[in-house]
């Protein structure tokens, strides 16, 4: 592909007696360059999309791929540089500009309302008018059309997350896109739904609408995608064809720089130091998923992973392990009924040989138990706090508290020591959360609580939306953890992520706990069969729950 040429060798189709002629691209940006405040997010970017070609876009954590793709959606305005449609320079003052001219987009984390139909949700992204139970009918025409069969009546909160994600597609569909943008849209899918996912997208480049795919997972740009532009630092790094491309070289055009394979370090593990019994938990949330007699134990030294497609029981087990969510004594706080349906044993959970379901979230710390939430903003970071301030939030007990004074100067120092030994890429301790791209607040949030020296640390989505750079360092952190003989608990959707790393899995699905198997001992496609909910009873577990198995 070429950066000085918008028409890439795209020719039309010859009429009689007529040469063939140059065909404009459908999408072409020339120097476009986006700057805040702190960070030029776009320098002089150059991309060129073909009619019916799937084009990645690749790039580490901050490399400036939102910011281009909210610039093509008409959602952030450049500061210098031209777009030209289908061969026409303009300007896309708006997301509903973009609809109009054909782009549609479907976003990392869902925007639907729990509490309305498809058909109502969809409607809601609609420019025109229409009639409900016409566009219902429409729904059912082009879903099942295209093997998204997805019904129009149901409510979104009864929908598995690949359904929602149908949903997002459906809705883009319908209004006829030319180019749609898709960005990490397998994060939260089976392997079989994946599958499916692509051939959707095969079908619709084959009929000329042309696909920008954003994702972090070498192995689908590589089966999928025709072309990739690489980005680093706000800049075009590269323009290649995924296919001629090795996982290597692709991580190195992406990082600058070549991947060290993982590291184990031998060692044995040894005692359970985290414990869940036959736990069963109603969800508070009306559509969240109730927790059904859940065990399994996590011992010394050992990675134990949990796959599934969120939605089925994560929430929680998280609220549940990490103290945001406890037994009650009976007829405490509440009436008597209530509290004796709500109650979970002492013993459903037992930290370092303690029982601790009825612990609050900070007595648990207090006996070594560290938690790293899947929401990093909000829930792992407070956005608009200094990442010293949020060294505080947990790690307080790190001599940052003196006779009841903050000790400003021992948060300062633990928030470089983090920010120095999990290499955060940030303007130092005093920078908000809120201005870390994603990866580097996650690099920040594990160090935190690595740095803790927890003897149990439980890890939500560790790697979700990272790029391959930080994503290998993540990964090699929790394996030298392990092997300092702390139990680590992994909760992931990225099934490649468990099998680098765990010496056991399992899978959460409907609120129950699959058999349990050693990693070597089972493949993507029975871990991508229990996330779908189809195991049997437990008794064929191989290994039981309670012994350790070293893949």
């Known amino acids: 592909m070429s950066d000085s040429s918008y028409s890439?060798?795209?020719?039309?189709?010859?009429?009689?007696?007529?040469?063939?002629?140059?065909?404009?691209?459908?999408?072409?940006?020339?120097?476009?360059?986006?700057?805040?405040?702190?960070?030029?997010?776009?320098?002089?970017?150059?991309?060129?999309?073909?009619?019916?070609?799937?084009?990645?876009?690749?790039?580490?954590?901050?490399?400036?791929?939102?910011?281009?793709?909210?610039?093509?959606?008409?959602?952030?305005?450049?500061?210098?540089?031209?777009?030209?449609?289908?061969?026409?320079?303009?300007?896309?003052?708006?997301?509903?500009?973009?609809?109009?001219?054909?782009?549609?987009?479907?976003?990392?984390?869902?925007?639907?309302?729990?509490?309305?139909?498809?058909?109502?949700?969809?409607?809601?992204?609609?420019?025109?008018?229409?009639?409900?139970?016409t566009l219902s009918k429409r729904i059912r025409e082009v879903s099942a059309d295209y093997g998204l069969d997805i019904d129009p009546q149901r409510h979104v909160h009864s929908l598995t997350v690949g359904e929602r994600q149908r949903v997002e597609i459906v809705r883009c569909l319908l209004q006829n896109p030319r180019l749609l943008i898709m960005d990490e849209p397998t994060s939260v899918l089976t392997p079989q739904a994946v599958r499916k996912l692509f051939a959707t997208l095969r079908r619709l480049a084959a009929e000329g609408c042309s696909i920008l795919y954003i994702s972090h997972k070498l192995d689908e740009i590589q089966e999928l995608c025709d072309t990739a532009t690489v980005m680093r630092g706000g800049r075009v790094t590269g323009h290649v064809s995924p296919k001629g491309e090795t996982h290597a070289s692709l991580a190195q055009l992406m990082v600058g720089h070549s991947l060290p394979d993982y590291t184990r370090r031998e060692h044995k593990p040894g005692a359970v130091l985290l414990e869940v019994k036959q736990l069963s938990v109603a969800s508070d949330d009306p559509f969240g998923t109730s927790l059904t007699d859940v065990s399994f134990s996590v011992h010394a030294g050992e990675i134990f992973g949990i796959a599934g497609v969120s939605g089925n029981g994560q929430a929680e087990l998280l609220a549940a392990l990490s103290g945001e969510k406890r037994g009650e004594k009976r007829g405490e706080k509440r009436g008597e009924k209530r509290a004796e349906r709500r109650s979970m044993p002492a013993g459903a959970i037992t930290i370092c040989g303690k029982a601790a379901a009825r612990l609050g979230a900070g007595a648990r710390r207090a006996l070594g138990f560290g938690f790293v939430p899947e929401e990093r903003l909000g829930r792992g970071a407070v956005p608009a706090m200094s990442l010293a301030d949020n060294a505080l939030l947990t790690a307080h007990r790190q001599q940052m508290v003196k006779s009841g004074w903050i000790r400003a100067g021992a948060m300062h120092a633990f928030a470089k020591r983090c920010i120095d030994a999990f290499d955060v890429r940030c303007g130092g301790p005093q920078a908000l959360a809120q201005s870390l791209s994603g990866g580097n607040l996650q690099k920040y949030i594990m160090g935190r609580e690595i740095l803790q020296a927890p003897k149990v640390l439980v890890v939500a989505q560790p790697t979700w939306g990272v790029d391959v750079g930080a994503a290998a360092f993540i990964r090699q952190q929790l394996l030298d953890l392990s092997a300092r003989g702390v139990a680590i608990l992994v909760i992931s959707e990225e099934l490649e992520e468990l099998f680098d790393i765990c010496d056991r899995i399992a899978v959460l699905a409907g609120g129950r706990l699959s058999p349990v198997r050693a990693t070597g001992a089972t493949n993507a496609e029975e871990i991508g069969r229990w996330m779908a909910g189809l195991f049997g009873d437990r008794e064929g577990a191989a290994p039981s729950a309670d012994q350790p198995a070293h893949a």
């Open 8 to 133: 890439d060798g795209v020719t039309a189709q010859p009429g009689p007696g007529l040469s063939p002629s140059p065909a404009p691209p459908r999408l072409a940006l020339k120097g476009i360059t986006k700057q805040y405040p702190a960070v030029r997010a776009n320098d002089d970017v150059t991309l060129v999309v073909a009619p019916g070609e799937i084009h990645a876009v690749l790039g580490e954590n901050g490399a400036g791929k939102s910011t281009l793709m909210k610039i093509i959606y008409g959602a952030v305005r450049p500061d210098a540089g031209e777009i030209r449609w289908e061969g026409e320079a303009l300007e896309i003052a708006s997301p509903a500009a973009a609809r109009k001219l054909g782009i549609g987009m479907v976003f990392q984390h869902f925007s639907l309302f729990e509490t309305l139909t498809v058909g109502e949700n969809i409607a809601l992204a609609l420019d025109e008018p229409f009639d409900l139970k």
